[in-house]
């Protein structure tokens, strides 16, 4: 299974590559079904290896990673180290990988529309795929570093071109921050790795056998510096701004891995990396962690609350939901932390579907201003009780699967951060709010001479992401244990180092 792993994570790339040199250029209906292929066989890889991961391994051993490969990438022996080609997963990291890949393969369904230079664009998703599912299978910190990287200019590309409105200015926006929190991050793992003793190391495993110093610099400076980088993707308030802006001038399957995806690299890295490798600093950390997620949920909301311009709702509302993942994680218990990576899988199923109906809305009518739509219902039938089942979803009605996420979170932040978690809430009242405005405003009243004749959605590659997203939805919120039992191995190793 560890060749299916390597296979998972760079066959995207290896499409990327036919596809540049193999494909003609002005053969969109190539690139599309290419791109289709590569995706879905990644897809079905990571289905593969979620049916052979082990979810009862006993006990929690010292290394919980399955489906290792790992080699000496560059050998720096006389600089007293090396960086490894290291990759595995565990619960955690193999959920993130069948949330990654499956939203690919709805990325590219919903891009089968595309006609501005369709293989360019192709061989950018691709890539886009490989740099993302590196980030969640690498367990060294320079390959973790090189991937979380490699995004950068995929996404610029994607945005840049294939974007609307300030499309330069949102794609610019996007890397500058990214970049920033990246100095940060880079900084804070070169530090952690040659502070590791006995023997400096990048290896994440060993690292959780080491004992890491601060010779270089103190842990408290190490964990803040790498924090500003997860703090900047997952986003969370002040760090935020950046986002808005890149989902808005998006095109719709960007906008769908921005959320689904991209964002929860954060997430990821402070579960993975913070709270793993420094789960002391960790605890010291955990009052402001929970702060700033009280104001994030809080803030996000309300600014949802004001919006007009459909995506930007959406955005904002990311802001929000992406504070329940740091609640969670602030609380360092078994529950909310489960109820954190939980929320990372939901909100990018849920978060996807709205994204992906707001395309749709816009590709019939041309807007995204609420006050210029209403009565969508009496023509768009369809979309409008997906896009409700969506909104209803992402306010957390139980028996879809952002209830359970949100549950776990609250339930096991309650007893430690009391005042952040009724903050948090609240967050939930402000959510209904502005999704059952949304709706009301966009889908039900009377019928607009203007949208009498607006066609719904009837592309099959439309539907059946709709339907594949909906599925997962109701699925997840019915019988959570279909990710809970394979997340629940991760977070035991997670809690086992918090003692």
Do not use: C
Not at 273 to 279: A, E, M, N, R
Not at 294 to 318: E, M, N, W
Not at 438 to 464: C, K, L, S, T, Y
Request: glycine share 10%; net charge negative; aromatic share 12%.
């Amino acid at each position: 299974m560890n060749g299916v792993l390597v296979f998972t994570v760079f066959f995207p790339a290896v499409a990327a590559a036919v596809l540049m040199l193999a494909v003609p250029r002005d053969s969109q209906g190539q690139a599309k079904w290419l791109a289709l292929m590569a995706t879905g066989a990644s897809f079905a890889a990571s289905v593969v290896l979620v049916f052979a991961f082990d979810r009862h391994p006993g006990e929690v051993a010292a290394n919980p990673f399955q489906f290792e490969s790992q080699g000496t990438w560059i050998d720096a022996a006389s600089a007293g180290f090396d960086v490894q080609f290291h990759l595995g997963v565990d619960g955690l990291g193999v959920t993130m990988v069948l949330l990654t890949t499956f939203l690919f393969v709805i990325a590219t369904l919903i891009s089968f529309g595309v006609t501005l230079r369709p293989k360019e664009y192709f061989i950018w998703l691709l890539a886009l795929e490989t740099g993302g599912l590196g980030v969640f299978t690498s367990l060294d910190l320079l390959m973790f570093f090189f991937f979380w990287e490699v995004e950068l200019l995929p996404m610029y590309m994607l945005i840049s071109i294939w974007g609307s409105g300030r499309k330069e200015y949102s794609a610019m926006k996007f890397v500058l921050y990214t970049v920033a929190g990246s100095a940060f991050m880079l900084v804070g793992f070169l530090a952690m790795g040659f502070s590791a003793q006995p023997d400096p190391t990048f290896d994440m495993v060993a690292l959780q056998q080491s004992t890491i110093g601060d010779a270089l610099l103190p842990l408290w400076v190490i964990f803040g510096f790498i924090f500003i980088a997860f703090a900047v993707k997952l986003p969370m308030f002040p760090l935020h701004t950046w986002l808005p802006d890149a989902h808005t001038d998006a095109p719709t399957a960007v906008s769908v891995i921005l959320a689904g995806v991209l964002l929860k690299m954060g997430g990821y890295g402070m579960l993975r990396i913070l709270v793993t490798l420094l789960p002391e600093t960790a605890k010291d950390y955990g009052v402001w962690m929970a702060t700033l997620a009280a104001i994030s949920v809080i803030y996000g909301a309300v600014l949802t609350l004001r919006q007009k311009d459909l995506k930007r709702l959406v955005a904002y509302s990311s802001v929000s939901h992406m504070g329940y993942v740091l609640l969670g994680v602030a609380a360092l218990g078994h529950l909310s932390m489960s109820g954190a990576a939980l929320q990372m899988f939901t909100h990018g199923t849920i978060t996807g579907l709205l994204f992906l109906m707001v395309g749709v809305i816009y590709d019939r009518t041309h807007t995204r201003d609420i006050d210029q739509l209403g009565g969508l219902a009496h023509t768009m039938p369809l979309t409008a009780t997906v896009m409700i089942i969506a909104g209803l979803a992402s306010l957390g009605l139980p028996a879809l699967s952002g209830f359970v996420a949100e549950l776990f979170v609250f339930l096991g932040s309650f007893d430690k951060y009391t005042l952040p978690t009724i903050a948090a809430v609240i967050g939930i009242l402000l959510s209904a709010g502005y999704i059952t405005w949304m709706a009301q405003r966009v889908f039900f009243g009377p019928r607009h001479e203007r949208w009498a004749h607006v066609p719904d959605a009837d592309q099959w590659w439309e539907r059946v992401p709709m339907a594949a997203l909906v599925l997962v939805i109701v699925a997840v919120g019915v019988r959570p244990s279909l990710v809970v039992d394979v997340l629940d191995s991760g977070m035991l190793n997670i809690v086992q180092r918090l003692g």
